[in-house]
């Protein structure tokens, strides 16, 4: 029998997706589907995709069934979850969680991970992680969707950014800044004003958080017909 080809492997994936959502969407509340998704949630980290829906009902499976808990597929859920911040997953799947089980190690690290990114602390937040590398490195992606958050709470934020700033965000710095730096201007419209080392500024793209000028206001958004069928009323 020969080799599947990668259309296939993916073809597949998709078919297990597709039956596991179905499973939880017809009878969530079937402990017998928890291998299945116990099983997918360790697909989603081999192949980098997401799937709140199917872990909150995981994690709602061992609320009923506390002794078929695994500690492992829990905190690979909550890492997952950091990864889709700025999305309040995290704080969903905490909830789910008894409080015993908080108070493990591996566990307060990944909160007060999430209360670092949170507040927007990224220096500490990658000190952190740094330290609790067996964690957060066991879940392909990690590093590179913290990075995505962090530019993306920048970008609300600055109009021009230092480049010291954005080095401690995304935590990288020397030739790979300069090369990523090169990557955001040739395909996401950064423009990287003259000067070389810290004093360098990237002017990052407009928007209506770092331009409120852009953001439409109240008035604008109401349209004309709304507004006229108001004089009838105050007369």
């Given amino acids: ?3 599947e080809t990668p259309k296939q492997q993916q073809q597949q994936q998709q078919q297990v997706s597709y039956t596991v959502e179905q499973l939880v969407a017809v009878n969530p509340y079937n402990p017998d589907i928890l291998p299945d998704l116990e099983n997918y949630v ?3 980290v081999s192949s980098q995709t997401y799937s709140l829906d199917a872990n909150l009902c995981l994690l709602r499976l061992y609320q009923f069934e506390p002794e078929r808990m695994s500690t492992q597929i829990v905190a690979r859920i909550l890492v997952k979850a950091l990864m889709a911040m700025p999305a309040p997953d995290f704080s969903l799947c905490l909830f789910l969680i008894p409080e015993r089980l908080q108070m493990e190690e591996q566990f307060k690290t990944l909160i007060v991970l999430s209360h670092y990114l949170e507040t927007g602390r990224f220096r500490q937040f990658w000190d952190e992680a740094a330290k609790s590398r067996h964690i957060v490195e066991a879940v392909p992606g990690f590093e590179q969707a913290i990075q995505t958050y962090a530019i993306h709470v920048l970008s609300l934020t600055y109009q021009k950014i230092p480049r010291p700033v954005l080095a401690e965000a ?6 790979s800044l300069d090369k990523f730096l090169e990557h955001q201007a040739a395909n996401s419209g950064w423009i990287l ?3 070389h080392g810290r004093g360098q500024l990237i002017i ?3 928007n209506e958080f770092n ?3 852009l953001k439409k206001s109240a008035a604008d958004s109401v349209p004309l017909e709304h507004i006229t069928r108001i004089f009838p009323i105050l007369g």
């Fill in 1 to 3: 029998m020969g080799r």
């Fill in 42 to 44: 360790n697909e989603q």
């Fill in 170 to 175: 995304i935590n990288i710095e020397g030739l």
């Fill in 193 to 195: 004003e003259k000067g």
């Fill in 204 to 206: 990052l793209p407009r």
């Fill in 211 to 213: 331009h409120p000028e």
